[in-house]
């Protein structure tokens, strides 16, 4: 892959003032994009732009009605913004669940459907949704997220069929536990669900369906995005990629 072989393309990263997103923010920059940092964190996503001498769009993404009038003008979307709660399904909140359905699968729609029109002017266009090895696996205790990641892998392919003839791609990108500070808050909640100690959470939770036993790095889940987002990738539509160290092998 070339250096700089984004030089010219436009790319919206959404959460992308952490995490996974901020790591996908820096190799799309390293490569030549024009990043834009989607968050809901006014100071972090003014200084994850500055860092990568792009722009920052403050916006809350569970608010879909702004989203549903927002431009979206990219060559580039990465579907990322997220949240997890842990709860059994008999007690888990209504308003959460709401919420993490219009975070996690309305609001990435509304910005597909935003995208697409220029993406199918210029005959070129990626899509990349953060998905989650709880996108083609179910665990117990996490009934909207789920839902929510089962529902992005529907879109994707959706996505995929309708832009094949315009020259857009769309595909999902499967991470088992990420090392993220949405994954770090999920310790504690896991921990209280269990009824265990927070040092067995990693152990005996969160790495017990995996053959590699190590949380997966976010620079590894934005290698994989950064190819998805490459020309090479021209071919690679409606996939969806587990990063999941085997657990998808059982």
């Not at 072989?5 to 901020?22: K, Q």
């Not at 490569?31 to 003014?46: E, L, Q």
């Not at 403050?58 to 702004?66: F, I, P, Q, R």
């Not at 979307?77 to 709401?98: E, K, M, T």
């Amino acid at each position: 892959m070339a250096d700089e072989d984004l030089r010219g393309r436009r790319a919206l990263v959404t959460g992308g003032a952490s995490g996974i997103g901020l790591a996908c923010a820096h190799s799309f920059a390293a490569r030549g994009a024009h990043v834009i940092i989607a968050d809901r964190d006014a100071d972090a996503a003014s200084m994850a732009a500055r860092a990568v001498n792009g722009e920052a769009w403050v916006v809350d993404l569970s608010e879909t009605a702004e989203v549903q009038n927002a431009a979206v003008d990219v060559d580039i979307l990465v579907n990322n913004a997220g949240i997890q709660r842990v709860s059994p399904l008999v007690d888990f909140d209504p308003d959460a669940f709401r919420l993490m359905q219009r975070l996690m699968v309305e609001s990435p729609f509304l910005l597909v459907r935003a995208a697409l029109p220029g993406m199918y002017e210029r005959g070129w266009g990626r899509i990349v949704n953060i998905s989650s090895v709880h996108g083609l696996r179910a665990s117990a205790f996490k009934s909207a997220y789920v839902v929510a990641k089962h529902a992005l892998e529907g879109l994707s392919k959706v996505t995929a069929l309708e832009g094949a003839p315009y020259g857009v791609t769309s595909n999902c990108v499967n991470p088992a536990y990420v090392r993220t500070p949405l994954v770090e808050k999920q310790i504690a909640d896991q921990a209280k669900v269990h009824g265990i100690d927070e040092t067995e959470v990693i152990e005996k939770i969160m790495l017990t369906e995996m053959a590699v036993k190590r949380l997966v790095e976010v620079d590894e889940v934005a290698s994989l995005v950064t190819w998805l987002a490459s020309d090479h990738a021209g071919m690679v539509t409606g996939s969806s990629y587990a990063m999941d160290g085997g657990w998808t092998a059982r």
